[in-house]
């Protein structure tokens, strides 16, 4: 569904991500007491990057109960709620940065609802600026940029920079599907996309979704079964499924 990519660049600009090659000094610094909240807040954004949010959700509260001060936790948690619970682990992640380092402090600083979407932009392109090699950093930068021709062009620049970085496959698969009008390019992406990330749901799900943009509804439906497979409760393929259902009931 078309609305899916639009909710990615939507929610790309929430969901604040930053890679867990922070460990190797090649992205933003993660503060935190607890090296079993640093391994659990890395599994839910590695969920999170693929869109499967209820899987992220448990990740990172766990990572929070171990560690009620981590920033990078606290953040994604105010992206994944919603509400007066938003609000507080903004105002939660906002404090906790206080006495973290510059780029914690930039990183907490985009859960405030009062800020501009030019001044977010503004952030981001310091997040990208100051840590170039952070992959996901530079995910959600591309996202950030004012049209998909800035968009198109750095992904375009970051697949090739990272590769093996099986979001940016999807990402790419949906820019040319969408934007370009590539068929063939976006099947591509995302055939390479379910080959990094076997294991996700939402692989699955976006190769449905291509098939059902396409008119292949047979093979979108054996998609999205198959992204069930992988979690039961995937809301846009169970959404999409009855979709096809009802559609072949008004065929018959």
């Known amino acids: 569904m078309s609305k899916k990519f639009s909710a990615i660049a939507m929610m790309l600009c929430l969901l604040l991500f930053i890679s867990a090659a922070q460990s190797q000094n090649k992205g933003m610094k993660w503060s935190t007491k607890s090296g ?8 839910g954004l590695n969920h999170m990057m693929n869109l499967e949010l209820p899987q992220a959700y448990e990740f990172v509260k766990q990572a929070i109960n171990l560690d009620q001060d981590f920033t ?5 948690m105010a992206n994944l ?3 007066s619970i938003k609000k507080a682990y903004s105002a939660k992640a906002i404090e906790s940065s206080a006495n973290k380092t510059e ?6 600083s985009l859960v405030d609802t009062g800020m501009t979407q030019d001044s977010r932009r503004s952030v981001w392109t310091k997040l990208y600026n100051m840590f170039p090699d952070d992959r ?8 950030s940029r004012a049209t998909p021709a800035e968009q198109f062009t750095i992904s375009q620049e970051l697949v090739k920079k990272f590769p093996n970085e ?5 990402i790419m698969a949906y820019l040319y599907l969408q934007e370009k009008k590539d068929t063939a390019t976006a099947k591509n992406y995302f055939e390479k996309y379910i080959a990094m990330y076997p294991a996700g749901s939402n ?3 976006s190769m449905g ?6 008119g292949d509804m047979e093979n979108s439906e054996k998609y999205y079964r198959m992204a069930l497979e992988k979690y039961p409760f995937n809301s846009s393929s169970l959404d999409k499924l009855k979709e096809i259902d009802a559609a072949k009931k008004n065929t018959k």
């Open 103 to 108: 780029g914690e402090k930039l990183f907490a």
């Open 203 to 205: 692989p699955y799900d």
């Open 72 to 76: 990078v936790a606290l953040v994604l």
């Open 166 to 170: 099986a979001a940016l496959h999807n």
């Open 209 to 214: 979704e291509f098939y059902f943009l396409t």
């Open 136 to 143: 996901m950093i530079g995910v959600y930068y591309i996202f």
């Open 36 to 43: 079993k909240a640093r391994e659990l807040a890395t599994k």
């Open 81 to 83: 709620s919603s509400g």
